[in-house]
């Protein structure tokens, strides 16, 4: 463990004017202090912001609002969630474990960095941890990886499932900084690997993420997600399809397709919504539209398996979903 300072701030200001770019926010710590006992990450000042009133959901015109410091089980249980957006309920449902849902921050879920070993490995070469040192793991241990939006500098997966059903349905951002506060599109905020795998999301030196907005989507109501991973609970998707459909009789009139374990950013398939719009429920169409899913993808030795899962984790979470078996 490395020397730190420990400040506690109250307002958003008083934590963004703590901030430094040697500094991190501690909400509910579970990425963070793993991280600091790994020596992955080393901040000489963490700033803990539980303090800061960022908790609860409203609702207005302009959707549903989440404190970017509610807990996970919270937002989880929370009844403008389990009703009009049922995907994002399941998403936190099946993220970590019950313990790290009481703890973990919405924000902060968000935020999570990779699970790949390498990069949580402090003797080991990972150009996300060290820019420049390298990547093991495209020669090396790589079943869990990306194999869309790789790079040949990373190829590590996005951890949240949160995320995953956020970008699936148009979310965004409110991210306050010492010039103000801005609002971003969730799928513009995450930053595919390219050559410079250590910067993640379009955050500047002491932003703070405050609250999410997930606008209106009356058909959201009829949403789900399906994770499908190595063990039932506490562990990371391999793959895995947060959707929603709007029906209009035994036709598909629209819908939202977003996958995780599979990209290095939460991914949206736009061709595989195209390909259902307009199609009739069957697990035809479905198998036709989900063909869409792996169109670029990279594999690398051990992950090749991934092109066909993802296909088969959006017909099962469709035909689950819609209550269709041929
Ligand atoms: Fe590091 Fe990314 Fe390579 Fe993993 S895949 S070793 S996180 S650079």
């Given at each position: 463990?490395?020397?730190?300072?420990?400040?506690?701030?109250?307002?958003p200001?008083?934590?963004?004017?703590?901030?430094?770019?040697?500094?991190?926010?501690?909400?509910?710590?579970?990425t963070?202090?793993?991280?600091?006992k790994?020596?992955?990450?080393?901040?000489?000042?963490?700033?803990?912001i539980?303090?800061?009133?960022?908790?609860?959901?409203?609702?207005?015109?302009?959707?549903?609002?989440?404190?970017?410091?509610?807990?996970?089980?919270?937002?989880?249980?929370?009844?403008?969630?389990?009703?009009?957006?049922?995907?994002?309920?399941?998403?936190?449902?099946?993220?970590?474990?019950?313990?790290?849902?009481?703890?973990?921050?919405?924000?902060?879920?968000?935020?999570?960095?990779?699970?790949?070993?390498?990069?949580?490995?402090?003797?080991?070469?990972?150009?996300?941890?060290?820019?420049?040192?390298?990547c093991?793991?495209?020669?090396?241990?790589?079943?869990?990886?990306?194999?869309?939006?790789?790079?040949?500098?990373?190829?590590?997966?996005?951890?949240?499932?949160?995320?995953v059903?956020?970008?699936?349905?148009?979310?965004?951002?409110?991210v306050?900084?010492?010039?103000?506060?801005?609002?971003?599109?969730?799928?513009?905020?995450?930053?595919?690997?390219?050559?410079?795998?250590?910067?993640?999301?379009?955050?500047?030196?002491?932003?703070?993420?405050?609250?999410?907005?997930?606008?209106?989507?009356?058909?959201?109501?009829?949403?789900?997600?399906?994770?499908?991973?190595?063990?039932?609970?506490?562990?990371f998707?391999?793959?895995?399809?947060?959707?929603?459909?709007?029906?209009?009789?035994?036709?598909?009139?629209?819908?939202?397709?977003?996958?995780?374990?599979?990209?290095?950013?939460?991914?949206?398939?736009?061709?595989?919504?195209?390909?259902?719009?307009?199609?009739?429920?069957?697990?035809?169409?479905?198998?036709?539209?989900?063909?869409?899913?792996?169109?670029?993808?990279?594999?690398?030795?051990?992950?090749?398996f991934?092109?066909?899962?993802?296909?088969?984790?959006?017909?099962?979470?469709?035909?689950?979903?819609?209550?269709?078996?041929?």
């Amino acid at each position: 463990m490395r020397p730190y300072t420990y400040a506690a701030a109250t307002t958003p200001s008083q934590a963004i004017g703590l901030a430094t770019n040697a500094s991190a926010y501690l909400a509910g710590g579970t990425t963070l202090v793993d991280l600091m006992k790994l020596d992955v990450m080393g901040p000489s000042s963490v700033i803990d912001i539980n303090a800061l009133q960022l908790t609860g959901t409203t609702v207005d015109s302009a959707g549903l609002h989440i404190g970017a410091l509610s807990r996970m089980s919270d937002i989880a249980a929370d009844p403008n969630v389990t009703g009009a957006f049922p995907v994002l309920a399941q998403a936190l449902e099946a993220s970590a474990s019950p313990q790290i849902r009481n703890m973990a921050s919405i924000g902060g879920n968000l935020l999570q960095r990779t699970r790949c070993d390498y990069f949580r490995d402090p003797n080991t070469p990972c150009n996300k941890r060290q820019a420049g040192s390298g990547c093991p793991a495209q020669n090396g241990a790589n079943r869990t990886h990306a194999i869309l939006g790789t790079s040949t500098s990373c190829a590590a997966t996005h951890a949240s499932d949160l995320a995953v059903a956020l970008i699936a349905l148009d979310a965004s951002l409110t991210v306050q900084g010492s010039s103000g506060t801005r609002q971003v599109a969730l799928a513009d905020f995450y930053q595919l690997p390219g050559s410079t795998p250590s910067i993640e999301n379009t955050l500047k030196i002491g932003e703070l993420i405050t609250e999410v907005t997930v606008p209106p989507l009356a058909w959201a109501t009829n949403s789900t997600y399906v994770k499908v991973r190595d063990r039932s609970s506490y562990e990371f998707a391999l793959s895995s399809a947060a959707i929603a459909v709007q029906l209009s009789g035994s036709t598909i009139s629209a819908a939202r397709v977003a996958v995780g374990g599979v990209g290095t950013i939460p991914w949206r398939l736009p061709a595989v919504e195209s390909a259902l719009a307009g199609s009739t429920a069957s697990i035809a169409n479905f198998t036709k539209a989900a063909a869409n899913a792996a169109t670029g993808a990279k594999t690398l030795s051990q992950n090749g398996f991934k092109v066909t899962l993802v296909q088969r984790v959006i017909v099962r979470a469709l035909s689950e979903l819609l209550g269709v078996t041929s």
